[in-house]
């Protein structure tokens, strides 16, 4: 059994989980349930809402108060025996064990797949300074060419709802899992993320994601370095036509005249 989990949370330092959704699956990736849950929290950053839309006046009405103590034994007899499938596990499993703490309780899945550490291996993706980045899970949206209308259908069929928007932990609960049930056979799920993880990329060929197709990783490395070059280039042009303008010389003498007036000033008093 497979759990394939999104966390919405507070964002604060209590750090409170706000929206749990999980889809749960057989090891063949169908579907035997779903749940989605809102607890109300006690705190909520201004950062958090602007990322997931929730607010504590919200979540008071969509959990009709309950908060996640109040459903952590039926949260934990769901999560048992499945194995967790998370983008970027650390943050939803470090929280899922705070909060499963905090209500007296133990969880240990077992077994962890990260899909952020696992893709990581799998798809090149450059950052702006042409290193390999983690993907997001918008990336691996866009890599697989997953439809909206997929996961829309996901969402529908788990959650008997449609039209919801990223962030929402349906939504990623759901997208999560099409990238998976696209990108991976069901063999794949063999990196335990409680532990060091060695990436080991996929038998097929890696994707790699540039800016040009026909472009690799190092030549993406140079364009970035290009870029830097540039742009330095750029800076050392207008520091010049702004020397020639005497810009720059106004302001190399400006604290200098103000020393000296200042000087004058107490010399003055003094006669």
């Not at 809402?49 to 009405?61: A, D, M, Q």
């Not at 993320?193 to 490395?221: C, F, M, Y």
Request: glycine share 6%.
């Amino acid at each position: 059994m497979k759990v394939f989990l999104d966390t919405e949370t507070s964002g604060t330092r209590a750090q409170e989980i706000a929206q749990l959704s999980y889809i749960i699956t057989d090891d063949e990736l169908s579907i035997v349930r779903a749940k989605n849950y809102y607890f109300a929290v006690g705190s909520m950053s201004p950062f958090a809402t602007k990322v997931h839309g929730l607010t504590i006046k919200s979540l008071r009405g969509l959990s009709g108060g309950v908060r996640f103590v109040d459903k952590a034994h039926e949260v934990l007899a769901d999560l048992a025996g499945c194995q967790l499938v998370c983008h970027n596990y650390r943050a939803d499993f470090d929280i899922l064990r705070r909060e499963f703490e905090r209500a007296g309780l133990s969880y240990s899945p077992p077994g962890v797949f990260c899909t952020m550490a696992h893709f990581r291996g799998v798809c090149v993706i450059a950052d702006q300074n042409g290193a390999n980045k983690n993907p997001s899970l918008r990336e691996l949206i866009d890599i697989y060419a997953i439809e909206e209308e997929e996961i829309a259908e996901i969402t529908a069929q788990a959650f008997g709802t449609q039209g919801l928007p990223q962030h929402d932990g349906r939504y990623d609960a759901a997208a999560l899992y099409a990238v998976c049930r696209t990108a991976l056979d069901v063999m794949d799920y063999g990196i335990d993320a409680r532990d060091p993880v060695e990436i080991s990329t996929k038998k097929r060929a890696p994707l790699a994601v540039v800016p040009d197709e026909t472009q690799n990783p190092a030549q993406v490395v140079s364009l970035a370095d290009e870029r830097r070059k540039k742009a330095h280039l750029a800076r050392k042009k207008q520091r010049q036509l702004a020397a020639l303008r005497g810009e720059g010389s106004l302001r190399k003498y400006a604290w200098p005249l103000l020393a000296l007036l200042v000087l004058v000033s107490l010399l003055l008093r003094v006669m």
